[in-house]
């Protein structure tokens, strides 16, 4: 097991109040009608601008770029932490979906744990280069859309979709939305890219053997993808797997996804060679259908998921151990499968 980062274990004493015992992100707090669901510890759309600026301006390896705007006007940002086309690239993508939170939340700490000038990061730096793009709706993230939210448990605070009603994994062949086209036009297109983790979140009554997970993941399943990419994929699954295993943090299942290039984890593997993994946390922020959303007590165990596999991922890459992953645990991977509330079930 690699060591634990300082700046990993200042997040997990910063986020104490939160954390759970072992094994416990995957059995609740669920929504149960009786729970107010409040957004206000996430970071809102001018804070995250300001982080991602305070780390590049605090940092000699990390840039920012704005390679759009949302439908409403909202900056895109691209985070790079290195950029030598010698050295292989990831990208975290986080947000597709506005209601889909606690990625981007990771996202921003593991930036700002890259923002420190010291011995650690100029040697990863010189192995690796780490995009991020931590917020592609930012419309959706705060619930500024054109369509009717009155029904979202949570009051409307956030949505899946765009502004304009559009599911953004959706929208990878016709990039007809602005957010797809920046993310496509202006990074796909303009950086070279060899691993990508599609970060979600999926609803919270997912499990296995009865017992709830706390995320999935999966690999690029559209029969178009060349078979050395789909490998690549399944080994930056067993580096993140194992990340969250080897720690205890949660239960991680199999993601029952299909074969459409519609989506990123098929689509972009299609199109650009890149090898993707779709990352799936659990519980939303708000939704209509209260199986999906958790509330917040959950949060900080979550995000430390997020944070320990990215990290787990940008080391392996860096120091080529990636290429050693044994992708045979695929193999037994149990599919998740949705376990339906029991009656006076409270948790």
Request: with cysteine.
């Amino acid at each position: 097991m690699k060591k634990i980062c300082l700046s990993t274990l200042i997040f997990i004493l910063t986020f104490s109040i939160f954390v759970l015992p072992v094994g416990a992100v995957g059995q609740g707090p669920n929504y149960n009608g009786n729970e107010t669901i409040k957004n206000e510890r996430l970071t809102s759309n001018e804070d995250l601008i300001k982080e991602v600026e305070r780390a590049a301006n605090r940092s000699d390896y990390i840039e920012l770029e704005i390679i759009g705007q949302s439908v409403k006007g909202r900056d895109l940002p691209l985070v790079k932490f290195g950029n030598n086309p010698d050295n292989p690239t990831i990208l975290f993508l986080t947000q597709q979906h506005g209601n889909e939170t606690l990625v981007t939340e990771a996202a921003l700490h593991v930036i700002k744990g890259l923002s420190n000038n010291n011995r650690h990061n100029r040697e990863l730096a010189e192995q690796v280069n780490v995009f991020f793009v931590p917020r592609l709706n930012p419309d959706g993230a705060v619930g500024d859309v054109d369509f009717d939210i009155s029904d979202h448990l949570a009051g409307g605070q956030s949505t899946r979709a765009n502004a304009v009603g559009v599911d953004l994994n959706r929208d990878h062949n016709t990039l007809e939305q602005p957010e797809t086209y920046a993310l496509h036009n202006n990074v796909l297109r303009e950086y070279d890219i060899d691993y990508l983790v599609d970060f979600h979140h999926q609803g919270a009554r997912s499990a296995i053997n009865d017992q709830l997970v706390s995320g999935s993941i999966l690999y690029p399943t559209n029969a178009g993808v060349k078979p050395e990419v789909v490998e690549m994929s399944k080994q930056l699954g067993k580096i993140m797997y194992d990340a969250v295993e080897d720690r205890g943090f949660g239960l991680l299942g199999k993601y029952n996804g299909g074969t459409a290039n519609t989506i990123a984890r098929n689509g972009l593997a299609f199109e650009y060679d890149i090898a993707t993994l779709l990352f799936e946390m659990r519980g939303m922020s708000d939704h209509p259908n209260p199986n999906t959303i958790l509330g917040q007590k959950s949060n900080g165990y979550l995000i430390q998921q997020g944070v320990i596999s990215m990290e787990a991922a940008i080391d392996a890459i860096a120091d080529r151990s990636i290429n050693e992953a044994d992708i045979s645990f695929w193999d037994t991977l149990e599919v998740q499968s949705f376990k339906p509330q029991e009656e006076g079930e409270v948790e």
